[in-house]
């Protein structure tokens, strides 16, 4: 029998996590483990369920580490025997068959395969809340990604449409790819590097008809220059691992308003002006 673990990373985000529970409890099969890694927060204990294996990961003065805690939270899985490991964003509700179609998908491949459901972001919650109840009525899968048909698979011609808000592996396929290179820290870049290692491994990027996961709405920025810092340390790791740039739409609006200037092989952040004649 296949043995499945869903993994979260959280740091706050209390309420984005009980929705999450909330979700896994519907599932029409639930995991046999789930492990949330709680980065420098240890006030998760209190919010998931006393059957959530909860660890801890310490959080770093570049920010936070985001590749390291999932790595920490899968291999606690496939320490606890887990033979598909899932991995959901804090912010992520699953729909009642994510669960079920990624341990069904995962168990009928018989080779490596990264496998990656439609994920629709949800308007501002009412004073209610969400209703987990009827969250399918809700599905609009995002436009960037390809949305499959229920029990249908498609496999990507693109691997840096990866994201690592819902996807799934066999504990296989977790050991061939290494997992998340813990390089990177904070925001950006880390989900691109785990797509290109798939790409060169030769292990596709296969979208789940069925797997819906629904993120929970909060406060962004377009571009999301609160993580300028980050992204641009994050890029340059990139470039030098792939000798290429990735996040072109936000180092293009970066460069756009004059925050950065990319010269050949080297990113630089443009220091602000200061007031005054």
């Known amino acids: 029998m296949t043995r499945t673990a869903v993994v979260a990373v959280a740091h706050g985000r209390h309420e984005h996590l009980r929705r999450q529970s909330a979700g896994l409890e519907r599932s029409e099969v639930r995991p046999d483990l789930r492990v949330v890694v709680a980065i420098d927060d240890p006030g998760i204990a209190g919010v998931v369920d006393s059957a959530v294996e909860v660890i801890h990961c310490a959080t770093t003065d570049s920010g936070l580490p985001l590749a390291r805690a999932r790595n920490l939270g899968a291999e606690h899985a496939l320490q606890r025997g887990a033979d598909v490991v899932m991995f959901l964003d804090v912010d992520c509700i699953p729909g009642d068959a994510l669960v079920g179609r990624y341990a069904e998908v995962c168990a009928a491949s018989d080779s490596a ?65 290494g997992g998340f290179c813990e390089t990177y820290v904070g925001y950006g870049a880390e989900d691109t590097d785990f797509g290109a290692v798939a790409r060169m491994r030769g292990v596709p990027l296969i979208w789940v008809g069925g797997a819906h996961a629904y993120h929970q709405h909060h406060p962004v920025s377009s571009p999301p220059v609160e993580h300028l810092h980050q992204i641009v340390a994050n890029a340059r790791i990139f470039h030098r691992r792939w000798n290429r740039w990735p996040m072109p739409g936000w180092l293009d609006a970066f460069e756009r308003e004059g925050l950065i200037s990319r010269r050949g092989d080297e990113i630089v952040e443009t220091p602000p002006r200061s007031g005054g004649l």
């Open 113 to 177: 395969a990264v496998f990656s459901g439609p994920v629709t972001y949800l308007p501002p919650p009412s004073d209610g809340g969400y209703p987990i109840d009827a969250l399918a009525t809700m599905t609009r899968p995002h436009p960037a990604r390809p949305a499959p048909a229920p029990g249908e698979l498609v496999v990507a011609d693109d691997h840096d449409l990866f994201w690592s808000l819902s996807f799934a592996v066999s504990a296989a396929t977790w050991r061939l790819l």
